[in-house]
């Protein structure tokens, strides 16, 4: 046996422990000014992810669900995870802690149709389901948060790219303006150089009169 890769081994697993998720728990939180049960999760993740997280998983089941009272509301809907029933199911995501912004809390309370909120003693089966179903939502709510850092990310490459698009074009600008500039001035110290030679030429033209008009007297 290879004592030492084992030991060494052991080591890695204790240096990077895999992410440990919380469990969903009871609670009661206030909806119309009545104190219901619910079951709760503190998610991994910030808490518009969550949100979106929570809306998108409802929503790919066939629930559509309305903004009401703070709370995201599906009226009158089967929702298998929960039960076969027709049932009313609250939604809402709520900040853990100002300094942990990458954590908050879901909370989930169920009403049955023309009964009360659902509770772990009137209807624990129901109650149950809610729990399990939230026990699995830190996975949900962690893919959700990677495809929404990869969108981005992706926003963030594509910007990049397109602005070193922006800079080779006007590099390549450049370099012919600076050509056309190097072509000017190559014109232009030709130009100068016979003007020089014009005026040395001129210049002793003149001389030559006046040198001329002299001798004459």
């Known amino acids: 046996m290879n004592?030492?890769?084992?030991?060494i081994g052991c080591c890695f697993l204790f240096c990077f422990p895999?992410?440990?998720f919380s469990?969903?728990?009871d609670t009661y939180i206030d909806y119309k000014k009545l104190k219901c049960p619910a079951v709760a999760l503190i998610a991994n993740v910030p808490s518009d992810v969550a949100g979106a997280a929570l809306d998108?998983?409802?929503?790919?089941?066939?629930?559509?669900?309305?903004?009401l009272n703070g709370f995201k509301v599906y009226e009158r809907v089967?929702?298998?995870p929960f039960s076969n029933e027709n049932i009313n199911i609250y939604t809402t995501v709520k900040k853990d802690d100002e300094k942990?912004?990458?954590?908050?809390?879901?909370?989930?309370?169920?009403?049955?149709?023309?009964?009360?909120?659902?509770?772990?003693?009137?209807?624990?089966?129901?109650?149950?389901?809610?729990?399990k179903y939230l026990n699995n939502f830190n996975v949900t709510a962690k893919?959700?948060?990677?495809?929404?850092?990869?969108?981005?990310?992706g926003k963030n490459l594509?910007?990049?790219?397109?602005?070193?698009?922006?800079?080779?074009?006007?590099?390549?600008?450049?370099?012919k303006k600076m050509t056309e500039l190097e072509t000017k001035a190559h014109e232009n110290q030709t130009e100068m150089e016979l003007q020089r030679n014009e005026i040395k030429m001129q210049q002793q033209v003149l001389d030559n009169l006046i040198s001329g008009k002299e001798t004459s007297r």
């Open 78 to 80: 089967v929702f298998s």
């Open 143 to 153: 893919d959700m948060h990677y495809q929404i850092q990869i969108s981005d990310q």
């Open 100 to 131: 942990s912004p990458d954590k908050c809390i879901v909370y989930i309370i169920v009403e049955k149709i023309n009964a009360d909120f659902v509770s772990p003693t009137d209807n624990p089966q129901i109650y149950n389901n809610v729990k």
């Open 3 to 7: 004592i030492p890769r084992i030991i």
């Open 18 to 20: 895999a992410e440990s």
């Open 158 to 175: 594509e910007k990049a790219q397109k602005k070193l698009s922006s800079l080779v074009k006007d590099s390549v600008t450049i370099v």
């Open 56 to 67: 998108e998983d409802l929503k790919q089941h066939g629930l559509k669900g309305k903004s």
């Open 23 to 25: 469990q969903a728990y």
